[in-house]
């Protein structure tokens, strides 16, 4: 055993965070924590951490395991460079490799057995810790969070607070601390990095507690997600997707067996009263008030269902052609990239690229909060735009929540007003805080509320599930999903791309747009095989302009092959399905749904029937669309 929490509370004033929280971490396991914004995820990680200290309760750590965390790790002295913020991981190390060296120069006037056990004993200790590896692994690190070389003999005082945030957690990783704190260790990071760190924490040698909102992170690296609700925590193993539909499983038990257990309680209390006056049954009745008295009383255990119930609609439908974007260049003192694209109506368009390559700016310069450096981009007719950006998330106002919505909206009555506030949770009178004393995450919710009233009929989206549990995540993915109108958005969080991008705007040195979803844009590009599958309508133009003529034999030939393979690939898919169809019914039988290993592994046959689906799915689009350009 690692560290043990055990019925731990912790209070703010008269305000109960954790109530009877327990926790315990053994092996290497990956630990996520989820709960709802304030239900204390982060006020746990901090008293694990020993920053915080809890009112009652219990925690044993061992001495010999060691705690990272952020926290604990963000710097005292912002003048010394970068690399030698992270070299003082390996301080031991380089003092064990001194040894080393200073053991070998001994051997050479001393060659007794003894000083050569010694030389060999210091050399594989040195070999263990990574003596060899550990400039290589500092560089891996370090340039996967999206830096350079050049970075490593910059001071820390000359980067931003995000930029320091992601170097403190470089240098986390590379301390390899036997249990990992990460407290949003996704945020600041592009989806390159994010996927990188998926991987590394994924194969971490030690345990890792992840709070995170990013709910395909904790998918892909997660085996045990504990939750907070009400104060208290609840352990379900497997991944967060296992997670979500465990709980709903053991509600539904669970109120079935407390229906059960009151209709028996009722039963018996009528038995005890029909009997309990009469002499010759009084002794029966006196014993099922024992049985009722020791029985275990089962809860009906209430989960936290408050959700958004937003609702975007555009007041008026727009012309067809929503947005044209050609040749544009956007930057600052010199461009950061340039792209062309067009955009039409019910379009939702996700906008992807590493940090810096000027996703935010480019958002920017179509509000015409930015000018272009060069070329140019025009909205069609009746086009009405909405933005949200960070920015303006992070508003700081003396007035009302309720003012403020009321004073964009001048013509809505106070019910309008209070209805659109408690779709975003502003209930009674929550609608009277103050604007600066509201949490990331209500800011988050007062500017999404002031969009929805404004009925835009194309939205400008920068980072909208910034702040966001992911509760409120899933029900603004349901409200945007049910949108009439256009989007066009930055985002991180793959799985809110996964749900929204039916396109996929690339950012880069050649950006390029792609007309599938988030999901198939990720699959080519990890298969390599995203450059031919570029719709940008001026350079695929260009490049059928460019092609050498055939002849119409070759053509025929050509046509002929993407025919056959066509129905090659029909007949591919409808097995598949077939056999698809099979597995699923499986997890029916006995065998299956009584023994949890087994359906663990069904579950994994499945999954890869759906990605051979998809596939061959992509694949025929592929040579369906080739088909096409051929008539």
């Known amino acids: 055993m690692k560290l043990q929490v055990s019925n731990l509370y912790k209070s703010y004033g008269a305000h109960d965070i954790l109530q009877g929280a327990s926790l315990q971490v053994k092996g290497n396991e990956k630990i996520g924590l989820v709960g709802r914004n304030g239900c204390g995820k982060t006020t746990l990680l901090n008293i694990i951490a020993k920053n915080e200290d809890f009112d009652r309760g219990e925690m044993i750590i061992p001495n010999a395991t060691k705690i990272g965390s952020i926290s604990q790790t963000l710097f005292d002295d912002k003048t010394m460079t970068v690399l030698e913020a992270l070299e003082e991981v390996f301080i031991p190390l380089k003092e064990l490799e001194k040894q080393v060296n200073e053991q070998a120069e001994l051997l050479a006037l001393d060659h007794s057995e003894k000083a050569l056990e010694k030389y060999d004993r210091l050399l594989n200790r ?171 009383r089962i809860e009906d255990v209430k989960t936290d269902t408050s959700k958004l119930k937003a609702s975007f609609s555009s007041a008026r439908k727009g012309g067809n052609q929503v947005l044209e974007v050609d040749h544009l260049c956007f930057g600052y003192d010199h461009p950061l990239s340039c ?72 013509d809505s009555t106070q019910t309008q007003i209070r209805s659109t506030l408690a779709a975003f949770l502003f209930t009674q009178d929550e609608v009277f805080k103050e604007v600066n004393d509201l949490s990331g995450g209500e800011k988050v919710c007062l500017s999404l509320a002031r969009l929805m009233m404004a009925h835009d009929n194309l939205l400008i989206l920068d980072e909208p599930t910034n702040h966001l549990d992911i509760p409120a995540k899933e029900a603004l993915e349901k409200a945007l999903k049910d949108y009439d109108g256009t989007l066009l958005f930055v985002s991180h969080d793959r799985m809110f791309l996964s749900k929204m991008a039916d396109q996929v705007l690339e950012i880069g040195d050649d950006s390029q747009l792609f007309d599938f979803t988030y999901d198939q844009y990720a699959e080519r590009k990890k298969a390599g095989t995203l450059s031919s599958a570029a719709v940008v309508a001026k350079t695929s133009q260009k490049l059928k302009s460019a092609a050498p003529e055939k002849t119409a034999a070759q053509m025929r030939q050509e046509k002929n092959a993407l025919t056959n393979r066509v129905a090659k690939l029909e007949e591919l898919l409808e097995k598949a399905q077939e056999e698809l169809e ?50």
């Open 126 to 296: 040195f070999e263990t810790m990574g003596g060899y590896d550990y400039e290589h692994e500092l560089r891996s690190v370090f340039y996967h969070f999206g830096f350079e070389e050049s970075d490593l003999s910059k001071r820390i005082n000359e980067f931003s607070s995000g930029q320091q945030t992601r170097i403190a957690l470089a240098r986390l990783l590379l301390e390899k601390p036997d249990v990992l704190l990460l407290d949003e260790p996704t945020n600041h990071l592009d989806l390159d990095s994010i996927e990188w760190l998926e991987g590394y924490i994924a194969r971490y040698p030690s345990a890792v507690i992840i709070v995170s909102h990013d709910r395909m992170f904790l998918d892909h690296v997660c085996d045990e997600i504990i939750e907070i609700e009400f104060g208290r925590t609840t352990r379900y193993p497997g991944n967060y997707t296992h997670y979500v539909q465990a709980k709903e499983d053991w509600l539904e038990k669970n109120h079935e067996a407390y229906i059960r257990q009151q209709e028996e309680i009722k039963r018996l209390e009528d038995v005890i009263e029909k009997f309990r006056y009469k002499g010759t049954k009084a002794a029966f009745a006196q014993s099922k008030i024992k049985y009722l008295d020791r029985m275990e």
């Open 339 to 410: 792209v062309s694209f067009e955009m039409h109506r019910q379009n939702r368009i996700g906008i992807v690229g590493p940090n810096g390559i000027g996703k935010s700016t480019l958002l920017k310069t179509l509000t015409g909060q930015l000018q272009p450096l060069s070329g140019s981009f025009h909205f069609g007719h009746q086009i009405d735009i909405g933005y949200f950006d960070q920015e303006t998330a992070a508003m700081r106002s003396n007035k009302t929540v309720l003012d403020t919505l009321w004073d964009d909206n001048p």
């Open 582 to 631: 099979a597995l699923r019914e499986l997890r029916y039988e006995p065998e299956y749904y009584q023994d949890y290993r087994k359906m663990e592994e069904l579950d994994a046959t499945i999954d890869e029937k759906h990605n051979e689906i998809a596939h061959y799915t992509n694949e025929w689009e592929e040579k369906m669309m080739a088909l096409e350009e051929m008539k």
